[in-house]
Every structure is written in structure tokens, then in C-alpha cells.
T-cell receptor
Framework: GESVGLHLPTLSVQEGDNSIINCAYSNSASDYFIWYKQESGKGPQFIIDIRSNMDKRQGQRVTVLLNKTVKHLSLQIAATQPGDSAVYFCAEREGTNAGKSTFGDGTTLTVKP | EAGVAQSPRYKIIEKRQSVAFWCNPISGHATLYWYQQILGQGPKLLIQFQNNGVVDDSQLPKDRFSAERLKGVDSTLKIQPAKLEDSAVYLC?????????????FGSGTQLSVL
């Protein structure tokens, strides 16, 4: 069967390696998904989003993959840098109201030099 | 462009005391949100305003929490009386309006410790 990435609360990678952060969502009717980065002492910051009619979207050094069959979302960071160290949250939303976003459990990414 | 401003950055109070937080959204943003973020968890929406009207306050513990946005710009969130379980970071966010793909812009939050 198809493997589903597990959500890990912490992830440690070597500088320059690629990082993969996984997220499972709960609402099959969610049609919009967002990844946020939260650095220590700051609020969450938008990284990348994807709509449910897509399965992949690329940004600068980041790629989001969406698997609606198993309700799974992942964030891939290429050539991870020390500045990428932060807590990463996925959020799901049904409809157009951003206030209806439900945030998942965060993953703390630590990048070792 | 200035971001979402919040104050104070930190607050320490004893249980049963009251506390207030202030937020100034990005200029021109009609929608304002207050979130509670408990350590290790994602933010949870408390209340959402569109201009000076409440859109959603279903998750706001109204027996102790109140919020207002009287002139449709800045906003205050109050807790009275505070409980130990209110210890959290209170985040304010704003967005241009309510619409497809609207992005949230968060402030740095107020870290509240209730002793």
C-alpha cells in the first residue's frame, strides 16, 4: 500500500540536506492548505499554500505536496539552511474565511551546521 | 510596510487578576483575528472581526474573555479574571478582507504567564 509520512514533533537535519515535514489533516472537505513558519518569539509567517485541486506546488526552495486520498500534506525544503530552524505548522481550511483555518501540531526543525 | 503591532510583549499576573492586550493591524486590513497559542500547539482562533463587527466568537470563553474593535482599526482583548490555564501566547493577525486565498499576517504576540 501507499506509505504515509508520519508527523514528527521534532526533526533535525544537516545544513545543506533536504527536509521533509509531514502533516495529516482531518477534514476531507478542506479545500485550502497553508504552511507557516514560526521562529522563536515571533508569530507564524506564511510560507506556501495549495488548493485542493492541485497535488503539488513549488516556491523558492520549498515544495508542498498534497495527497487527498490519505489526507496528507508535506513540506519539502531544499538545501536546508540554519535560518530555516523554526517550528512549522500546517493549516487546513474549508471555504474562504481565513479565520476558519485549523492549525495542526507543529514540527520543530533544527538545522545543524 | 509595517506589520501587525502588539503590546505588551510579556505579561505576568496572578490568577484572578485582569489583563488587557492591544493590537494594531496592518493599515487597510479590514479583518482582525485574536488567537491563543498554548505552548507546543498551533494557534486557536478566539475571535474574528470584520471592520468593527464580530464575524466569529464561538471559541471565545465569554465568561472571562472580551474583545472589542470599536473604530474598526485597533483592538483590545481582555481577560477578567485570569485562570492558570490562560497562560499562553496571544497572537493578533490581520488580513485584507475575507476572501479566497486571503493570507493571515501575524504579530509577534503577547506571552501571558498566570501564576
Amino acid at each position: 500500500g501507499e506509505s504515509v509520512g508520519l508527523h514528527l514533533p521534532t526533526l533535525s537535519v544537516q545544513e545543506g540536506d533536504n527536509s521533509i515535514i509531514n502533516c495529516a489533516y482531518s477534514n476531507s472537505a478542506s479545500d485550502y492548505f497553508i504552511w507557516y513558519k514560526q521562529e522563536s518569539g515571533k508569530g507564524p509567517q506564511f510560507i506556501i499554500d495549495i488548493r485542493s485541486n492541485m497535488d503539488k506546488r513549488q516556491g523558492q526552495r520549498v515544495t508542498v505536496l498534497l495527497n487527498k486520498t490519505v489526507k496528507h500534506l508535506s513540506l519539502q525544503i531544499a538545501a536546508t539552511q540554519p535560518g530555516d530552524s523554526a517550528v512549522y505548522f500546517c493549516a487546513e481550511r474549508e471555504g474562504t474565511n481565513a479565520g476558519k483555518s485549523t492549525f495542526g501540531d507543529g514540527t520543530t526543525l533544527t538545522v545543524k551546521p | 510596510e509595517a506589520g501587525v503591532a502588539q503590546s505588551p510583549r510579556y505579561k505576568i499576573i496572578e490568577k484572578r487578576q485582569s489583563v488587557a492586550f492591544w493590537c494594531n493591524p496592518i493599515s487597510g486590513h479590514a479583518t482582525l483575528y485574536w488567537y491563543q497559542q498554548i505552548l507546543g500547539q498551533g494557534p486557536k482562533l478566539l475571535i474574528q472581526f470584520q471592520n468593527n463587527g464580530v464575524v466569529d466568537d464561538s471559541q471565545l470563553p465569554k465568561d472571562r474573555f472580551s474583545a472589542e474593535r470599536l473604530k474598526g482599526v485597533d483592538s483590545t482583548l481582555k481577560i477578567q479574571p485570569a485562570k492558570l490555564e490562560d497562560s499562553a501566547v496571544y497572537l493578533c493577525a490581520s488580513s485584507l478582507t475575507i476572501g479566497v486565498d486571503e493570507k493571515l499576517f501575524f504579530g509577534s504576540g503577547t506571552q501571558l504567564s498566570v501564576l
